[in-house]
Structures are given as structure tokens and as C-alpha cells.
């Protein structure tokens, strides 16, 4: 919820990065980057295109604000900690990140998500900084439609069983909105015109508790290490769900509809730049069970089919960072 990156490395003298024109740089805590390995990469003069996976780049430290917007004037105090603290470490880490942005004038912002982009132009970090919005990509290769029967078979599911996915690597994760999902299935249960349904879930084990709350069979898929059996999930699904209370893009959104099948999802976050409302899926209200059900609803007895938007395509977003790539190019020998 919270990074504050000690620990870093410095790579400018690896050879990749010393033959490289242009640095992006991803997700990069957890012991491999910190702020002085990032400002000893923007000291080469080469542009640095920073990834946005989430807020973090933008604030304090927390990877999401929720309804906190400190990030637009300063972090301090920050909720993420216990007690009434103006100099924590959401402060010190907004000084670290105003300083570097604030010497260099070759670090860049991707957002993947029209939502997170206009954080960042409100957040007192980057308001000045060049931001620009290029979707996430994905292999189509690989996450695209095949039989919803043979996926079925495959894993052991009835052809006449309507199937929900739900995926997450930490299912009770106060993100992903477990308990609003939880009643929006009990309310499905008690809807005696929905056929047969059971219910997927992927990224977490078995959960005694979560398995016990649920009103319809269960199959737990566990941890999925390979993007082939992701593929296959969403093809068995009828519907994915996507109960996040926050997200900067969700990948897994973007997944399903690439494999046909519809998503339902709160309006939130990056989520209503993948999913077209009623056409192929549909966005519930916030923390609402009940829109949330009607949803599922909605999706099954309209037969609606998951698709991915035009503008998401993958030839496109490519395309966008070659963009990217050669005016930057081109400003740097200006």
C-alpha cells in the first residue's frame, strides 16, 4: 500500500543501459531502483520514460490515494500510517521525488489510463512535467476467443454451468472488493430465473472462509503462472468480474474482453477505458452490490460479448510509443 525505496542499484554501467537511446522504467521497487539510482540514470541525459502502474510516482509513497488528495500540494500525514505524524515518511518521500523532478528536465510520464493521467496533471510533482497516455499492451496471440465448450471440458465444468471468474493474488485484499462481491452473489441466489452457476477463482489459493461465504459452487484455480492458462479462465468464463475499489488500469479487465468474454466492474479508475457500458460489459456504481449483481445480470441475459475497444488495440499502442520514441529522439538532438 506504502513504498518508501531504501534499497537500490545502480545499472548506469551495465551495457544495455549505456547503448540505450531512451530508458523506460517500470515498476522498479522493491530493492532494484531508489531515488538516487534513478537520479544517476537521468544524470546520463537520456530521455527517462517513467511507467505509470500507479500513484506512486505522484505521491508520497502510497501506490493509491483513494479519496486522499494531499498529493495535489504536499504528503504529510499521510493515512496510510497509524497517529498524527506531519513528518512521516509520505513527506520525505514527496521531497525526494519534487527534488529529482524538479533538477532533471529528461523524465517523462506514461499513464496507461485517462483516470490516472489526469492525477498526475493535478499532482504537484508532475503538473509541470510531460505526461502523455499510452494504454498497456497485450498479446492477442495469446488472450483471444476460442470454444467456451473445450475450455469447460478442460477444467472439469459442466457446458451448461454459467461460470464467474474472479481473480486476485490476494482475494480478501481490501483493493479488490471482495465483500462486494460476496453480496452481489448472494443477491444472484436468490434470482431463481439464472441457470446453474458456479464460480472461478484464480491467484489465491483455497480459502476456507471465502469458500464458505460463497452461495454457489466453487473452484479454486490457485496461482496461474503462464499466460496460456489465464487464457483458458477467461475462455471458460461467461463473465469476469472486476470488483476493484481502486485500479490504475487492470489488466486482468483488459485480458477477459480480449478472450470474448464480458466484464463487470465498478466505475472506477482505468476500468471505463476498457469496458463500453452494456456493450461489452458493464460498469456498476461504486461499492455497489446491488448495481454490481444487476450486472451479472444484465450480461448473461443479454448475451453480451467481451471485446476489446479499438483505440486498445495492440498494433496501436505500439505504434504510440514509436511515436513517443522518435519525437523524443528528436527533441534530444535538438
Known amino acids: 500500500m506504502f513504498s518508501y525505496p531504501i534499497l537500490g542499484t545502480d545499472v548506469t554501467h551495465m551495457e544495455v543501459v549505456e547503448k540505450a537511446d531512451i530508458i523506460y522504467i517500470h515498476w522498479a521497487l522493491g530493492g532494484f531502483l531508489n531515488f538516487n539510482s534513478i537520479k544517476k540514470l537521468a544524470n546520463l541525459n537520456k530521455p527517462i520514460i517513467i511507467f505509470m502502474h500507479d500513484m506512486w510516482a505522484i505521491t508520497g509513497g502510497c501506490h493509491h490515494s483513494f479519496t486522499c488528495e494531499k498529493y495535489i500540494t504536499e504528503c504529510n500525514d499521510c493515512q496510510m500510517f497509524q ?22 528536465d529528461n523524465l517523462y510520464f506514461v499513464s496507461p489510463s485517462h483516470w490516472l493521467y489526469n492525477c498526475a496533471k493535478k ?22 476467443p476460442f ?20 481473480g486476485a493474488v490476494s482475494i ?21 430465473r439464472l441457470p446453474k452457476i458456479s464460480i472461478l477463482i484464480f491467484g489465491s489459493g483455497y480459502n476456507k472462509k471465502i469458500a464458505e461465504a460463497i452461495p454457489f459452487k466453487t473452484k479454486f484455480m490457485g496461482y496461474l503462472n503462464d499466460s496460456y ?46 469496458i463500453s457500458h452494456k456493450e461489452n460489459g458493464y460498469l456498476s456504481k461504486y461499492k455497489n452490490s446491488e448495481d454490481l449483481a444487476e ?40
Open 147 to 166: 470454444d467456451k465448450n473445450s475450455a469447460k471440458q478442460i477444467l472439469n465444468i459442466e457446458p451448461d454451468e454459467i461460470v464467474i471468474a474472479f
Open 229 to 274: 492458462s489465464m487464457s483458458l479462465i477467461y475462455n471458460a468464463a461467461n463473465i469476469f468480474i472486476a470488483p476493484s475499489l481502486a485500479e490504475a488500469f487492470g489488466y486482468v479487465v483488459m485480458e477477459s474482453l480480449c478472450c470474448g468474454t464480458p466484464v463487470v466492474g465498478f466505475d472506477v479508475g482505468g476500468i471505463p477505458d476498457m
Open 172 to 192: 480478501d485484499s481490501p483493493y479488490k472488493g471482495w465483500s462486494y462481491l460476496q453480496k452481489a452473489l448472494e443477491i444472484l441466489k436468490q434470482d431463481n
Open 295 to 334: 450486472g451479472i445480470k444484465f450480461c448473461l441475459y443479454n448475451n453480451i460479448r467481451g471485446y476489446l475497444l479499438e483505440n486498445l488495440k495492440s498494433s496501436l499502442t505500439v505504434q504510440k510509443h514509436l511515436d513517443l520514441i522518435e519525437n523524443l529522439n528528436r527533441l534530444t538532438k535538438e
Open 83 to 104: 497517529g498524527q505524524k506531519k513528518s512521516d515518511l509520505s513527506r520525505k518521500g514527496f521531497k525526494n521525488k519534487l527534488n529529482l523532478y524538479s533538477e532533471f
Open 123 to 144: 499532482s504537484f510533482l508532475t503538473k509541470d512535467k510531460p505526461i502523455f497516455y499510452i494504454p498497456n499492451l497485450l498479446d492477442e496471440t495469446i488472450f483471444k
